[in-house]
Structures are given as C-alpha cells and as structure tokens.
C-alpha cells in the first residue's frame, strides 16, 4: 500500500503566502516525478506543477514566478511553496507521484486526498 499525505492548505489574503507539503508512505522502492494539480469549483484539475527525480521542474502559465516545487528524496516528500497568491488560486490542491513499491515493478499513479486552498479578495 502507498499512500500521499497533502498538508499546509488553508484561508489567506489576496498576496499572501501558503506551503503546501505532501508525504508519500508505504511500500515504496522508487519515486519517480511528483506533481502538484488543483482543482476550482466547477473546473477540471489542472496540472500546476511537476518535479523529476533529478530536479526538473516545470510549472503551468498561470503560476510561473508565484510558486516554486522541490523535494526531498530522502524524506519521500514533495513541496509547494505559493508567493502571491490571487483568488483564482483558490482550489483543492492534489498531490500526485509515480511510483514504484518493489525493484523490477512499473511505476503506477498515486493521488493524496487534497488540501484546501482558499485566497480571499
């Protein structure tokens, strides 16, 4: 069993700051890229951002300059830190990793439950 743990969401102010944090446990023999995705009321879930094994990072548009991903391997742990935060940053805020329980198995998507973020005008 794997599972991804988000914590850190919350109510802040227009401009405010939020760190987002998610813990994968379990049987886990490698991680792969981890990936932060949110979801708006009445919206699809949108990539936000992606880190690599290696530290390759890739972020979406609407959040490029605001919002920076890392992780640390050793802990099995992905962050989100959000600078400037605006109302439409407002969602349910996911957590994704592709990992692998055991040498030799493939690599299969795993989702946390989601953290609240919500950005008041």
């Known amino acids: 069993q794997v599972h991804l743990v988000e914590s850190g969401g919350g109510l802040v102010e227009t401009g405010g700051s939020l760190r987002l944090s998610c813990a994968a446990s379990?049987?886990?023999?490698?991680?792969?890229?981890m990936a932060w995705y949110r979801q708006a009321p009445g919206n699809q879930r949108e990539l936000v951002a992606t880190?690599?094994?290696?530290?390759?990072?890739n972020y979406a548009d609407s959040v490029k300059g605001r919002v920076t991903v890392s992780r640390d391997n050793a802990k099995d742990t992905v962050y989100l830190q959000m600078n400037g935060l605006k109302p439409e940053d407002t969602g349910v805020y996911y957590c994704?990793?592709?990992?692998?329980?055991?040498?030799?198995?493939?690599?299969?998507?795993?989702w946390g439950q989601g953290t609240q973020v919500t950005v008041s005008s």
């Open positions: 994704n990793a592709e990992i692998a329980p055991f040498m030799f198995h493939g690599y299969s998507s795993y």
């Open positions: 379990g049987t886990i023999f490698s991680i792969n890229s």
């Open positions: 880190i690599s094994s290696s530290g390759r990072t």
